[in-house]
């Protein structure tokens, strides 16, 4: 009997590790990576030309980084590994399995699959603010991009802004690598994480690191607030300033020329969507996620879920769940298990997401802002569509639901597909109508899943 | 004037020299097209529905707000495109 | 379990539907309305938006040359901006029997009142110097045009509600019937009682009559949509082409909406979905109709769910079995345009029995001897 083809998307610490099960198992897998080099966002690899040390590039987690990179290289004769390539669609194949549109390095191609295990790992939640539409906003993850893949800094003076861990992380790595850093500004009330404290602590490792970066931003002269509120950029053209309110209500101006601000993270699901995966709303995280069973299931017999794409939890839990996923995999396949292996994930990702939880109510989405946000406001950046047309179209035009508001407002009908305001939105709506944000629902993904080019590549 | 990112990492390697807009720039080996731009100017592109100009966000391949356009007619993504040797950037107009 | 009581029941929140909604109410019938999902979402919120006279079957030229009256004034009607441009169809030729095609159209739709414009190769190539070599000759239409379908029903939905008809969406009917006495038509949270009955249920129009004793075989179809990022202004007019493989727009945005070939449905949930390949053989096509688009970007697709007739025009018309229904369903594919005057043809079918409107080609009585059951629909649709 032929052996099942198994395609993988996405090769962050989740897809590899996955792809190391599989491979291990004497299946070759389809590692489908839309980057370049295999390591995903979290150990992002400089393209060729743009290496540098790996302590440089990933501080505490260089090891962890350096282990995933020589994974990938190790496995490379035993997987069929597709760099440069993105899975734009995704339909069912009669009479089981997946078909998958690719775009790669040499053009649109269709790939056979029997199984999937989604490995789309997560990008930066925002919040519109005030100014945040100029050229010099970008996010904390993409500030972080900047300097870990290209060696760069998003500017000469930078103002970061956050809710979560990567907050003082990428003020830390700024700091060192040389760059100026005008304002570390935490929107997180400091009460959330005190109350959170005892539980953070049970994962003392993550902890220390939080504070260390903290501490270390503090010593080396960095203004770091928290309770930030009212965040402004100033600028006609470009950032000029970032004005905010500090825990005690008073009015700060810290002049700047880039701002990197992000409100924790969001999954990256469309593949999941496209597959036909059930989803759930998730209410620690006030967000959308495909369902995904301890050890990986989604809710479709033929696809398996692992890392932030499926629910937030950081690189070691994704590089867990890839390993758990597979496995659960392998014994769908019928395959000898290794019951002791699987009893030793379970129980790691068990106390993980404990520790998860904690971290979530530490920082979270701070949804309440939606309130300041002015209805002159941008939200959908795409199509330019302000936080008062969303209003109104709940007040005026009878829009219940998020794919009601985007087909009457054009609100995540742009290039990203509502990646980037689909949050913002939904709580703008469910504000005005007086509702639970879950009760508007969500976007559905829709093939492509990012632009492709009308025209078949040469 | 000059360009919004900054360089902190100087690196060895030849210059890979490409354009913006008709004026010559330098980039390196490694350099993606979003930072060699914004290294000499403050953004790329004009925005489509209204006044002012963009610069990327999410610098991962998911906003969407880092499009170009070349001069050959083709349209890239600036964050996910390695520059190369010739290639004319055409901003719009966007940020000098 | 709410109980209503009304003069009319409507089955149904499409675009006509809710136009019914609105001219009942105007003729000072009281309305309910039972939707599936939302108002607006199914085939009249999700097709190419092609407000079109040009290439439509003969028979139904008279009500379009009704409905397109009517566009003119939705603005004004509905209080919103529905989009509308009468940017001219211009329907191209591809070879010379293709042109041939459009010269014989032109003397029918001259018939109806309908004036065409003939343009030979270097005529076309003059005002649309954008076009490719692959284009031959056209057929304009200056009157057609384009609007945003994704408003337009929704639109007609908040005025039949302002003027007092009560909407219920998420409301999937499960049966209806007659009594002797009156309509009950039995939807998922509320039971309506009614005198008159009208069947708007698209793909599902023909189970409804069905529970009526009358054949109406309805094929599901679902047409594959694809839209472009914004782009400068170039695609001045909407395109068809002879033989109706490939459509497309410039929307007033700048994106290029594109349409050609099938998506899947499935009818038991009610939700289409596009097809990759579709999508991508539609490209190709518009890229030999408009070459200067190769550098574009698509950004989405979608396909929605639509009845197609065998004969490819709608039922629309009196019950043959039972007094005080009528149909308005099948559009196959191009009702979007004919929405606004079916809309006021079903208030008069109801308030008065007839309509002004020429409706014999569309009668239910058509398919009574239908004995084929099912059938898939195929080909090519003229969208």
Known sequence: ?458 | MTGLFQRLATRPGAAIPFTIDGAPAEAKAGDLLIGAILLYRRSLRRFEFGPGERAGFCLMGACQDCWVGLADGRRVRACTTLVEPGMAVITGGAGG | MEHLTVDVAIIGGGTAACAAAVALREAGLTVALLEKRLCGAGASGVNFGGVRQQGRDVAELPLSRRSRALWDGLNAKLGEDVGFEATGHIKLARSESDMAVLEAYARDAAEHGLDLQLLGANALRAEMPWLGPAVVGASLSPTDGQANPRVVGPAFARLARRLGAELREHSPVRHAAHDGAGFTVEAEGVTVKSRSLVNAAGAYGGAVAGWFGEAAPVAPLSPNMVVTEPLAPLVTRSIGVVGGDVYLRQTRRGNVVLGGGRGTADVADGLARPVSATSLAAGAKTLALVPDLAHAQVIRSWSGLDGEMPDHIPVIGPSSTRPGLVHAFGFSGHGFQLGPAVGEILAELVTQGRSTSPLHPFRIERFAGWRGGPYRSEGEIEH
Not at chain 1, 13 to 26: F, N, T
Not at chain 1, 328 to 344: M, N, Q
């Open chain 1, 1 to 458: 009997m032929a052996e099942a083809t198994v395609a993988i998307v996405g090769a962050g610490p989740a897809g590899l590790r996955a792809a190391q099960v599989l491979a291990e198992a004497g299946l070759r897998p389809l590692l489908i990576d839309e980057g370049h080099r295999a390591g995903g966002q979290i150990y992002r690899r400089p393209p060729p030309g743009a290496e540098r040390p790996a302590a440089d590039l990933y501080g505490f987690e260089a090891g962890r980084a350096r282990a995933l990179h020589d994974l990938a290289e190790a496995l490379a004769p035993r997987i069929d590994y597709r760099p440069g390539t993105m899975v734009w669609g995704i339909a069912p194949r009669e009479p089981a399995g997946f078909d998958l549109d690719c775009l790669g390095p040499a053009g649109h191609g269709r790939i056979a699959a029997d199984r999937l295990v989604l490995a789309t790992g997560a990008m930066d939640r925002t919040l519109p603010f005030p100014g945040w539409t100029l050229p010099g906003v970008f996010t904390l993850g993409a500030a972080q991009i900047a300097l870990k893949a290209q060696g760069m800094a998003i500017g000469r003076r930078v103002a970061l802004v956050g809710a979560g861990p990567l907050l003082p992380l990428v003020a830390h790595q700024y700091a060192k690598a040389g760059a100026t850093v005008v304002a570390v500004l935490d929107v997180t009330p400091l009460g959330a994480k005190v109350r959170a404290a005892p539980r953070l602590a049970a994962v003392p490792a993550t902890l220390a690191k939080g504070v260390w970066y903290t501490l270390a931003c503090a010593l080396r002269g960095m203004p770091v607030r928290s309770g930030v509120r009212a965040l402004a950029v100033e600028g006609d053209h470009q950032v000029e300033a970032l004005t905010f309110e500090d825990a005690s209500g008073r009015r700060h101006r810290v002049a700047c020329d880039a701002v990197g601000a992000s409100f924790g993270l969001r999954s990256e699901a469309q593949a999941a969507d496209l597959a036909g995966c059930r989803f759930v709303f998730e209410p620690l995280t006030r967000q959308w996620q495909p369902v995904r069973s301890g050890q990986g299931h989604s809710s479709h017999p033929q696809v398996y879920l692992a890392g932030d794409g499926s629910g937030i939890g950081g690189a070691d839990v994704a590089e867990l769940q890839g390993e758990r996923a597979a496995l659960a995999l392998l014994a769908d396949l019928g395959r000898p298990r290794d019951t002791s292996r699987e009893a030793r994930l379970d129980r790691r990702l068990a106390r993980q997401a404990g520790f998860r939880a904690a971290l979530e109510a530490a920082y979270p989405y701070p949804h309440h802002l939606v309130d300041r946000i002015g209805d002159d406001e941008i939200v959908c950046r795409c199509e330019g569509i302000t936080a008062g047309a969303l209003r109104r179209a709940a007040t005026e035009r009878e829009a219940r639901e998020m794919n009601r508001l985007k087909a009457l407002t054009r609100a995540g009908m742009g290039r990203c597909q509502g990646r980037v305001c689909g949050h913002a939105a939904a709580e703008i709506l469910a504000r005005r109508l007086g509702v639970p944000v879950e009760a508007v629902g969500r976007l559905r993904g829709q093939a492509p899943i990012k632009p492709i080019p009308l025209r078949e590549p040469a």
